[in-house]
């Protein structure tokens, strides 16, 4: 008796824990500061004169 009780119990938090995932609700939240906040920096190489020499520089650049 006590075997069929213990069975019965097991079974029904079996299931209602196999239920739950599938009544659960996708909840996505949003921020104003996805990704866009932060500075993309790339170096850049730049070119110029100076005195009659040729310079050759690489700077960071950054939006």
């Given at each position: 008796m006590?075997?069929?009780l213990l069975a019965s119990v097991?079974?029904?938090s079996?299931?209602?824990a196999a239920m739950a995932p599938a009544r659960a609700e996708t909840?996505?939240?949003k921020t104003h500061d996805h990704m866009h906040m932060r500075k993309?920096?790339?170096m850049?190489?730049?070119?110029h004169w100076r005195h009659h020499k040729k310079i050759v520089e690489q700077v960071k650049v950054c939006n």
């Open positions: 006590k075997t069929i097991l079974a029904l079996a299931a209602s909840v996505v939240i993309h920096c790339r850049k190489t730049v070119t």
